[in-house]
């Protein structure tokens, strides 16, 4: 008996489609998928004027790949004009252990992807939340690293594959170790690098800096757009699992605060535990 196969004209292929509105890649049939469960989700703004997907294509003709070495062996992409709310990824060089990229920018053209490989490629790869995970689909493309996301994160990861899915902490090596936060998303994760006392706490924290680089205000939300605190509840929470790791700078997935990042979020903790909690900037007292 011969099996009956479809016929071609109704098979339909998969392309990857950005969102526009606030740059989450998904996999969707032609022409475009129908939203953006990013977008739909309580912590983001609906677009102003309706969905809007663009695809690699469209992305690589307006926009440039730049990077930067920001602390020795840490290298920051990012886009511009950026994609979406612009987030900026992460390859961290650790050429004993393998390199390990951290949050994703909205995308990376040959010319990044090259660079990349001339660090030495990546050997793992992870992000803090969907809200940063950028085009991180082309770096599994590229480099085939072991992906390694929280468990409550995996809704959001039809775009590419997972192999390492964790609960509450995973070991990439001794040099980079992801803790699981939850709270801002339900599986919202850390990255901790002991040996160069840094953290990269995703959307956890927020700084804004002034014109010299230095962090002047820092924030804690559940919906930094929405404006939502967290509530006492959350913050103990990060605290209890932050506290305890060795960190002295932070990098978010726009800032990196080199030094004193874990000082000021101390302050942070302890003024929005001192009353109700509170979505707004907080200024640092003596960062130095
Ligand atoms: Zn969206
Ligand atoms: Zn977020």
Not at 46 to 55: H, I
Not at 66 to 89: K, S
Request: one cysteine or more; hydrophobic letters at 40%.
């Amino acid at each position: 008996m011969t099996e009956k196969l479809p016929d071609p004209r109704l098979i339909r292929v998969h392309q990857h489609y950005v969102c526009e509105n606030c740059g989450f890649w998904q996999r969707y049939f032609a022409p475009a998928p129908p939203d953006c469960p990013v977008c739909l989700d309580y912590r983001h703004p609906l677009p102003p004027a309706g969905w809007q997907f663009s695809g690699p294509a469209a992305l690589a003709a307006r926009l440039r790949v730049r990077w930067a070495e920001v602390l020795p062996g840490i290298w920051q992409f990012w886009n511009e004009p950026a994609v979406g709310i612009g987030p900026r990824g992460y390859v961290i060089v650790d050429r004993a252990h393998g390199n390990v990229a951290f949050e994703g920018t909205g995308y990376y053209d040959q010319a990044a992807l090259d660079f990349i490989a001339e660090l030495g490629g990546l050997r793992y790869l992870s992000a803090s939340h969907c809200h940063v995970f950028g085009a991180l689909w082309q770096l599994v493309e590229a480099f085939r690293p072991e992906v390694v996301l929280q468990q409550d994160e995996l809704p959001f990861c039809q775009a590419f594959g997972v192999s390492w899915p964790f609960e509450d902490r995973a070991e990439l090596h001794p040099g980079a170790v992801l803790y699981h936060t939850g709270r801002h998303t339900p599986g919202h994760t850390v990255l901790h690098l002991p040996a160069r006392r840094l953290l990269c706490c995703g959307d956890a924290l927020k700084f804004q800096l002034d014109d010299h680089g230095q962090a002047t205000h820092i924030s804690t939300h559940r919906a930094y757009d929405a404006h939502i605190p967290l509530s006492a509840g959350d913050v103990r929470h990060y605290q209890a699992v932050l506290d305890p790791l060795d960190f002295d700078g932070i990098l978010t997935p726009w800032e990196p605060v080199p030094t004193g990042g874990k000082r000021a979020m101390r302050q942070l903790f302890a003024a929005q535990l001192a009353g109700r909690p509170f979505a707004e900037f907080f200024r640092i007292r003596d960062l130095g």
